[in-house]
């Protein structure tokens, strides 16, 4: 089967509150669930909210967590992406992305880019992600990438080499650059710029899933989407309100893609790999 419906969950999440916030994802998944999703992405840090800053440990979970176990038990009816902050036996504290399936946790990632200028002050109080996979899911080979990680086309560029065919993003990006009349934020426009970029060159499914609310003064703009490999836009959540944005992705356009422009067939690695080598040894010139 090649055509897959999934659902992106577009929500508020209220900040270190575990309980309300898992309450939201179960109501969340239930209509995911009714409308024929058979997985929903929820945004970054879906379940503690974003400027943690001094409450990520009250707030963190390892992995063994009998909390998560209400999620594991939902993941028997749909497929779950969620964030958190993952506490791990080392009392590293990350920002993570779990892929839930058929009651288990079937891949983590990480968060390798921490954003650390202007109101972003991650790195001061989590662990940076050392990993970017592939892994199968439901939906097909897929990659998780973490908000500031989509900043970096290093990144995306790995997963694709590894396989990917779908891009998925959880994110948590407030607005920048002013909300004119008629205009989203400035740093909206450059995400929807990335998402559909990405989607072409790495002829790859991306599912967007950004979260809504005002927090800590910052306003989450939202305007989760689903972008095909062609770069054309399958659905958009509006800006600012809360939604489940439910749509179709269909394998037969991956390999459409593929064929049209066979990009990864005519990647050189080695080359890559090569010239890498050569910057670290040497420096940029």
Not at 182 to 195: D, L, S, V
Request: with cysteine; proline share 4%.
């Amino acid at each position: 089967m090649s055509r897959h419906t999934i659902a992106l969950a577009q929500i508020n999440p209220a900040l270190g509150d575990l309980e309300r916030n898992l309450a939201v994802h179960e109501k969340t998944a239930e209509e995911a669930i009714a409308r024929g999703a058979r997985l929903v992405v929820f945004p970054e840090l879906s379940l503690t909210g974003y400027f943690l800053k001094d409450i990520v440990s009250s707030v963190a979970l390892p992995l063994t967590s009998p909390f998560l176990g209400r999620l594991r038990d939902l993941s028997r009816r749909i497929d779950l992406i969620v964030g958190l902050v993952e506490e791990t036996p080392e009392r590293l504290f990350y920002n993570a992305a779990i892929y839930l399936s058929l009651g288990e946790i079937i891949h983590v990632h990480r968060k390798v880019y921490l954003p650390t200028y202007g109101i972003f002050d991650e790195q001061r109080y989590l662990a940076e992600g050392g990993r970017i996979r592939t892994f199968r899911s439901g939906i097909g080979r897929s990659a998780i990438l973490i908000c500031e990680d989509m900043w970096h086309p290093s990144a995306a560029c790995v997963a694709s080499l590894d396989g990917m065919d779908v891009l998925i993003s959880p994110s948590s990006s407030p607005g920048r650059g002013g909300l004119e009349e008629g205009k989203t934020f400035a740093n909206a426009r450059a995400w929807e710029t990335i998402n559909r970029a990405y989607a072409q060159l790495f002829t790859c499914y991306v599912l967007y899933a950004n979260r809504v609310g005002y927090e800590d003064g910052a306003c989450f703009w939202g305007g989760s989407e689903v972008i095909a490999p062609s770069g054309d836009t399958v659905a958009k959540a509006e800006y600012v309100s809360e939604a489940i944005l439910v749509a179709d992705i269909d394998h037969a356009e991956v390999r459409r893609a593929r064929m049209a422009n066979p990009l990864l067939r005519d990647e050189r690695i080695d080359v890559t790999l090569q010239e890498l080598e050569r910057i670290k040894r040497e420096g940029a010139r």
